[in-house]
């Protein structure tokens, strides 16, 4: 098993052409790669500050949560849907035409695109304070974020926004010691070949 930590501070963050808004990006894979060349996986925070379109992204599955502000509407092919729950989670494909209004105010979600086939799964996991607890990890690669609270990953201090990104090759488990109450996110996607 390898990790390595991100620290929120050294997550580039990239102002949208539009003004709208900006993009922290938390981790990409490979790890050379950028929005305009391609990546088989990437974990992001978005604050978005006005309405407007989503960016298309052909051939790669996105899931989007919700993490701060009231939340917004999207238009999605003419059906709406109301994003107004903290940690609530939209799945949808990146060549999907959305455009979102915003509810009352700006708001930060969490986004995680992976190219379409590429086998991952992303969940949010709870942990409370003094209750330590192993994540078992397939084999492949995983970034663990910080969502909120203190956390110790592996031998690894985690504060809100520090991601952790590990790789496995055979099934390994990482102990999880909250030293306050925390939400993480934990992506995990196949092995690349």
């Known amino acids: 098993m390898t990790m390595s930590v991100v620290n929120a501070a050294a997550q580039p963050l990239t102002p949208w052409k539009n003004g709208g808004g900006s993009t922290r990006q938390v981790a990409i894979d490979p790890p050379e790669a950028t929005v305009a060349t391609g990546f088989r996986w990437r974990v992001s925070i978005a604050r978005v500050g006005v309405d407007g379109p989503f960016s298309l992204f052909p051939g790669i599955d996105r899931s989007l949560w919700l993490l701060s502000g009231t939340g917004m509407e999207l238009d999605v092919d003419g059906e709406i849907v109301r994003l107004d729950r903290r940690l609530q989670r939209f799945d ?80 390994e488990a990482i102990g999880v010691h909250p030293a306050t109450a925390a939400t993480l996110l934990v992506a995990s996607f196949s092995c690349s070949s």
């Open 92 to 171: 949808f494909a990146g060549e999907t035409a959305i455009a979102a209004r915003l509810i009352d105010g700006p708001t930060e979600d969490l986004n995680v695109m992976v190219a379409r086939g590429m086998a991952w799964s992303a969940t949010i996991v709870d942990v409370r304070a003094g209750e330590p607890r192993e994540l078992g990890l397939a084999d492949g690669d995983h970034v663990v974020l910080a969502i909120d609270g203190q956390v110790r990953v592996g031998e690894h201090e985690l504060s809100p926004g520090d991601a952790l990104r590990v790789r496995t090759a055979h099934g």
